[in-house]
């Protein structure tokens, strides 16, 4: 069975139209993501490519990488309970800070270098108004090099919040549980630092001494695009 195959396979009976079963049910499609490759998903020439990137043999290489700097996203499979796809990054370039309402999300670092950095909202209790500036923790701020594992975040921890720099050109395996849904009230809403103080130091406390910020909605600049592009791996047997 193809790699792919067996991903999508465990996804069927592990996740739900509201989320993971269970968290041994998140556990085993975590196992079987941590062991897909790019090749296993036709981006083996990608891969090679981008692992010479800063060698002085990498000018020969970037012929493979589109010229355009539009991110890529390749679907692979989506349902009522979750999506499967992967995202392609030119080197710089940047998916902006962006939620998962309610959502379970695992992410595998395919093959390239990026900079996440994620959050979670301190006050989970209180109703969310995307309007209001929200203060955050950060939860993650550093680099990851494939091969590495995958990252798990859940609905109100794990870094829900997160943000991807391309450090080389890069992909990024995603799957989503449940999937973005307007009729489900899943936006995918994007959001920017703004400057406030915490002149009493309530929130340093609540906190625990980590990393916390103020995060604001806003719109992207219409230069931020991300392209669909063709999925070039094995076909699922559904």
């Not at 897909?36 to 083996?44: E, F, H, R, W």
């Not at 990137?53 to 996203?73: G, H």
């Not at 798990?152 to 919040?161: A, K, M, Q, T």
């Not at 915490?198 to 695009?225: A, C, H, M």
Request: hydrophobic share 35%; with cysteine.
């Amino acid at each position: 069975m193809d790699a792919i195959q067996k991903l999508y396979e465990v996804c069927k009976v592990s996740l739900s139209e509201k989320g993971p079963l269970s968290s041994e049910a998140i556990a085993k499609v975590h196992a079987v993501l941590d062991k897909i490759t790019a090749s296993d998903v036709g981006l083996q020439c990608e891969s090679q490519a981008a692992r010479v990137w800063q060698s002085p043999k990498a000018l020969s290489r970037k012929r493979v990488f589109p010229s355009s700097p539009a991110i890529r996203y390749r679907h692979i499979y989506e349902c009522k309970s979750f999506s499967v796809g992967i995202f392609c990054m030119p080197a710089s370039s940047i998916i902006p800070l962006h939620n998962h309402p309610g959502m379970t999300v695992l992410s595998k670092v395919l093959y390239g270098r990026v900079h996440v950095k994620s959050y979670d909202w301190i006050d989970k209790a209180e109703p969310l108004n995307l309007l209001k500036v929200r203060p955050a923790k950060v939860v993650r701020d550093g680099e990851m090099s494939a091969p590495c594992g995958a990252m798990v975040l859940h609905p109100e921890e794990g870094g829900n919040i997160h943000a991807f720099k391309a450090i080389t050109p890069c992909a990024i395996l995603d799957i989503l549980t449940p999937p973005y849904s307007s009729e489900g009230g899943r936006h995918c809403s994007y959001f920017r630092r703004c400057p406030k103080s915490d002149p009493s130091g309530i929130l340093l406390n609540r906190t625990k001494g980590s990393e916390f910020v103020w995060l604001e909605e806003y719109q992207p600049r219409d230069s931020f695009v991300i392209r669909r592009d063709l999925y070039t791996g094995p076909a699922l047997k559904l």
